[in-house]
């Protein structure tokens, strides 16, 4: 019996679940490219991060980050030779905390991801002293956090969930 793989950690959920060509293949199903097949994709292919580097943040082996690589590339390329749509969905994933840095104490802590009508970011104030001005860190780099909520979100530009 195999052994079950390791979960991958995502920082994002997908923006977009399908995908759809403009004429269809007759004879090809859908192809899945499950959620951490996806963030494999974004880390290497998008971000343009060395490989070693994309298994360490999604918490991976270095081998097992390169088999669901390869396995998200394949999928992607045969819809797009075929002409077949690509759905996002399932895997073995579970999406990574947020961390944040309070610019006024300093304070860091981490909020769980968040989820339809939960909160993004920008309204999130500090635990400690109850600031709202704060740093998202993303592998101990800072990122600027708040912006006005968007009409399709609910959340502002600098929405710390990446949507």
Known sequence: MARRRCCGLVDEEPVCRKFIPDRESEEGQPVVVQVEELEALRLKDVKGYEQATCAAIMGLSRPTFQRILLSARSKVAMA????????????????????????????????????????????????????????????????????????????????????
């Open 80 to 163: 797009l030779v075929e002409g077949r749509v690509i759905t996002i969905e399932g895997g073995n994933y579970i999406m990574k905390n947020r961390v944040f840095e309070c610019v006024d104490c300093h304070h860091v802590w981490e909020e769980v991801p968040c989820t339809e009508g939960g909160k993004h970011g920008y309204e999130i104030a500090c635990p400690q002293c109850g600031s709202m001005k704060k740093m998202k860190l993303e592998s101990g780099v800072k990122h600027a956090c708040g912006g006005q909520p968007d009409h399709q979100h609910g959340q502002g530009s600098g929405c710390c969930c990446g949507h």
